[in-house]
């Protein structure tokens, strides 16, 4: 049985490989966030550059000093000295935001597959393995429904340590997907953005293509009455911040963010110019009216549950 997205098209069947072994509307029960978030843990064994760094203590990158792990895991891996926001998975995402055990992946046998052929370093094919076993997802973005709160909502999640995070077929089908179904279903939409590149050159126009569908679905969400909230984390570029993660409702970011379209690097060589103290974070976009708020991760779950019972959700 398949399902795809009304705005799908022949090219897009060329990419996303539907496994209909499953049954039903293809989603899947992970049985409980903490579940998920450990099962991504354990299935992603040794991490490379992100994330927070093994050992008992670790050094903040915000103000240098030296924080007991545990004591910033138990506050949702928030530095307790000046609040800086280390990255953790879009597993562990599901697992701070949504009550436990209420999550129920959607369209979780979606697999990219390798339409061009593409080759860099290596044949993007063994890319997508090797990104796989690494991070214990399918692609670079989990999608589903859950409860914030007791309220449902549908809700989607980028994860920058696959392939930067970069839209891909599959991932903007799960966005399309998961906007389809939350326009269905009347339920108010949450996507936390966690994104350092927005098209996947692996898979060229296909890729690029992502951007225009998840906006489309956006607009029928929006016309049909839906909320949207999009949460912008570091890092949030290139066409992800160019399409779905700022046409929210409301847009919120997590405090000093990377948020951007090309790179500060990028643009000064380009245009040759010093560019403005703070360019491109959470802090100067929200004076420049590109982000309504600023929250920090400790405060999201209560603010999006308030935002939902102020607009009626
Ligand atoms: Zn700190």
Redesign the pocket.
């Known amino acids: 049985m398949e399902r795809r997205s009304k705005s799908g098209t022949a090219e897009a069947d060329v990419v996303v490989q539907d496994g209909s072994g499953r049954t039903g509307d293809g989603s899947r029960r992970a049985g409980g966030t903490d579940r998920a978030a450990s099962g991504a843990a354990a299935a992603r064994g040794p991490r490379a550059k992100r994330g927070v760094p093994e050992g008992l203590w670790l050094k903040?990158d915000?103000?240098?000093?030296t924080?007991y792990r545990k004591e910033a895991e138990e506050i949702l891996n928030v530095?307790p000295?000046?609040?800086?926001h280390w990255y953790v998975s879009a597993a562990q995402r599901i697992g701070q935001l949504l009550d436990t055990g209420t999550f129920e992946e959607w369209d979780a046998n979606l697999r990219p597959t390798d339409p061009l052929g593409f080759r860099d370093k290596k044949p993007y094919a063994e890319r997508i393995v090797a990104e796989q076993k690494r991070t214990g997802l399918a692609d670079a973005a989990l999608t589903g429904t859950g409860m914030i709160r007791a309220r449902r909502v549908a809700c989607g999640v980028t994860d920058s340590s696959f392939i930067m995070g970069s839209m891909g077929s599959v991932v903007g089908e799960r966005l399309t997907r998961l906007v389809e179904r939350a326009t269905e279903s009347r339920l108010p939409l949450i996507i936390i953005s966690a994104s350092g590149g927005g098209a996947r050159m692996h898979e060229g126009i296909l890729s690029l293509m992502q951007m225009a569908k998840v906006s489309a679905a956006l607009a029928r969400y929006s016309k049909a009455g839906g909320l949207f909230i999009s949460v912008l984390t570091n890092p949030t570029m290139g066409g992800v911040a160019a399409s779905f993660a700022s046409l929210g409702d409301l847009v919120f970011a997590e405090p000093r963010a990377l948020i951007g379209f090309a790179g500060p690097r990028t643009i000064k060589a380009t245009i040759r110019v010093e560019l403005p103290k703070g360019f491109q974070t959470s802090e100067f976009l929200l004076e420049h009216g590109f982000v309504d708020r600023i929250v920090s991760r400790r405060d999201l779950k209560s603010e999006i549950a308030r935002v939902i019972d102020y607009c009626g959700g």
């Open positions: 903040c915000g103000c240098g000093a924080i530095c000295q000046c609040g800086y």
